[in-house]
Nanobody, 116 residues
Framework: QLQLVQSGGGLVQPGGSLRLSCAASGFTFDHYAIGWFRQAPGKERKRLSCFNTNDGNIYYADSVKGRFTFSRDSANDTVYLQMNSLKPEDTAVYYC?????????WGQGTQVTVSS
């Protein structure tokens, strides 16, 4: 079965940090662009970051630039989103998925809650 397996998330205080992981199962990230997305209640799903494995370029949305870092462990075919200086407005369900050439079916994601 081709799927993306996420882990991480949870409850943290404002200013805290979390690290999300996303592992490829049944395929490889090579030649894909992989993105991190989030969706808050009542809001549309938004792309936060994208890692183009073809050229190594990384895109960050303005809302997370300077706070979140996208990285890759090619040996384990896993990507990570390191989230620092978390704010209450970062509270959302977070997802990883392909950006191009294809997107996989959306999984259940992982909940990140930032609250004091």
């Amino acid at each position: 079965q081709l799927q993306l397996v996420q882990s991480g998330g949870g409850l943290v205080q404002p200013g805290g940090s979390l690290r999300l992981s996303c592992a490829a199962s049944g395929f490889t990230f090579d030649h894909y662009a992989i993105g991190w997305f989030r969706q808050a209640p009542g809001k549309e799903r938004k792309r936060l970051s994208c890692f183009n494995t073809n050229d190594g370029n990384i895109y960050y949305a303005d809302s997370v630039k300077g706070r979140f870092t996208f990285s890759r462990d090619s040996a384990n075919d896993t990507v990570y989103l390191q989230m620092n200086s978390l704010k209450p407005e970062d509270t959302a369900v977070y997802y990883c998925n392909g950006v191009f050439p294809i997107q996989f079916p959306w999984g259940q994601g992982t909940q990140v809650t930032v609250s004091s």
